[in-house]
C-alpha cells in the first residue's frame, strides 16, 4: 500500500542538540510539507518542498532545517535554535497543483525535551 | 492571504443524534475546500472536497458538506453519529496563487456521549 512513513514516531531532545525527523513517502508525488501541531493551534506550515533539490520556508521556519536530495524523502531537522520544540510535527505529500489538490499525511512524530 | 475560522472548539453530541460543524473561510477567488479527521496521535485522513459544480459533497464515513459562497461557508454534517467518530476535525482551504498550500482551522474537537 502507498504512504507515508513517519519515524520515529516519539522522540527526545536533549537541551542544545539537534535532532532529525524522518519522512518517506512512496507515492510518486512531488510536493512535499512539513507542519507543526500544538494544541488548540491547528496546523502551522515550517517548510515545503515542490520538487527535488528545491524548499521554501513555511510561516514557522525558524529554528528548523530541511533537505529534498530525493523525490521519496524529506527529513526534517530540529536544530537547539528552536526554544520551544515541543510538538507533534506531520508529513503531507501531495502531487502538484494550484490548491486543488488533497495533501496526505503520515502519522506524526511526537518531540519532548527531557 | 486566505484564512478558515473554525468557531466552535469543543462540541459533544449523543451517540445517533445529528451533527454540524461549523467552517468560515476568507479567500478572494472561488476556494478549494476540504475537510480531514484526525483521531488522537495519528495522521490527518481526508473525508471530502469541494472544487466546483454541486455545492453539496458526499465524503466518507457518511459525511457530507455543504459549500454556501454567500456564507463563506462549508460546514460538515453528518445525520446520525456514532462513537467512533469521536476526533478532531479540520477544514482547510486551498490558494492557488502559492502552489499546492493548504490554510487550516484551529479544530473542533468532537465528543460523542453514550
Known amino acids: 500500500d502507498g504512504g507515508i512513513t513517519q519515524s520515529p514516531k516519539y522522540l527526545f531532545r536533549k537541551e542544545g542538540q539537534n535532532v532529525t525527523l524522518s519522512c518517506e513517502q512512496n507515492l510518486n508525488h512531488d510536493a512535499m510539507y512539513w507542519y507543526r501541531q500544538d494544541p488548540g493551534q491547528g496546523l502551522r506550515l515550517i517548510y515545503y518542498s515542490q520538487i527535488v533539490n528545491d524548499f521554501q520556508k513555511g510561516d514557522i521556519a525558524e529554528g528548523y532545517s530541511v533537505s529534498r536530495e530525493k523525490k521519496e524523502s524529506f527529513p526534517l531537522t530540529v536544530t537547539s535554535a528552536q526554544k520551544n520544540p515541543t510538538a507533534f510535527y506531520l508529513c503531507?505529500?501531495?502531487?502538484?497543483?494550484?490548491?486543488?489538490?488533497?495533501?496526505?499525511f503520515g502519522d506524526g512524530t511526537r518531540l519532548s525535551i527531557l | 492571504a486566505q484564512s478558515v475560522t473554525q468557531p466552535d472548539i469543543h462540541i459533544t453530541v449523543s451517540e445517533g443524534a445529528s451533527l454540524e460543524l461549523r467552517c468560515n473561510y476568507s479567500y478572494g477567488a472561488t476556494p478549494y475546500l476540504f475537510w480531514y479527521v484526525q483521531s488522537p496521535g495519528q495522521g490527518l485522513q481526508l473525508l471530502l472536497k469541494y472544487f466546483s459544480g454541486d455545492t453539496l459533497v458526499q465524503g466518507i464515513k457518511g459525511f457530507e458538506a455543504e459549500f454556501k459562497r454567500s456564507q463563506s461557508s462549508f460546514n460538515l454534517r453528518k445525520p446520525s453519529v456514532h462513537w467512533s467518530d469521536a476526533a478532531e476535525y479540520f477544514c482547510a482551504v486551498g490558494a492557488g496563487d502559492a502552489g499546492n498550500m493548504l490554510t487550516f482551522g484551529g479544530g473542533t474537537r468532537l465528543m460523542v456521549k453514550p
Open positions: 503531507a505529500s501531495s502531487i502538484q497543483g494550484r490548491g486543488n489538490q488533497p495533501q496526505h
